[in-house]
């Protein structure tokens, strides 16, 4: 058995070469460049923290990940990897308090 395998992270975004690179640049804009009022999505702080609280601190990746594909099924027309992907590390990093 290989004791030397590491753990795939949980990404939305595309794993062929050619994509990566305007993927990446693209997450980029959303999480740093563009302000709330132009990112693909909007979050509602105050029900994310309802909604942890009742998941009640189970897997948070497993949370952030029902969180952001719940949000793209109910808002399809703003949906894109980059966009699931940006919502996903936001709703992460609000619940980790970084």
Same mark, same amino acid.
Request: aromatic share 16%.
């Given at each position: 058995?290989?004791?030397?395998?590491?753990? @795939?992270?949980?990404?939305?975004?595309?794993?062929?070469?050619?994509?990566?690179?305007?993927?990446?640049? @693209?997450?980029?804009? +959303?999480?740093?460049? +563009?302000?709330?009022?132009?990112?693909?999505?909007?979050?509602? +702080?105050?029900?994310?923290?309802?909604?942890?609280?009742?998941?009640?601190?189970?897997?948070?990746?497993?949370?952030?990940?029902?969180?952001?594909?719940?949000?793209?099924?109910?808002?399809?027309?703003?949906?894109?990897?980059?966009?699931?992907?940006?919502? +996903?590390?936001?709703?992460?990093?609000?619940?980790?308090?970084?």
């Amino acid at each position: 058995m290989n004791k030397n395998v590491t753990a @795939q992270i949980p990404s939305f975004l595309t794993t062929e070469p050619a994509d990566l690179d305007y993927s990446i640049f @693209q997450l980029n804009l +959303y999480l740093n460049g +563009y302000g709330n009022a132009f990112k693909p999505y909007k979050i509602d +702080y105050h029900l994310l923290l309802m909604s942890y609280h009742l998941w009640e601190g189970k897997d948070l990746e497993e949370f952030c990940q029902k969180q952001t594909i719940g949000y793209f099924l109910m808002n399809p027309i703003n949906d894109s990897a980059e966009a699931r992907e940006a919502f +996903y590390l936001d709703v992460r990093e609000f619940l980790l308090g970084i």
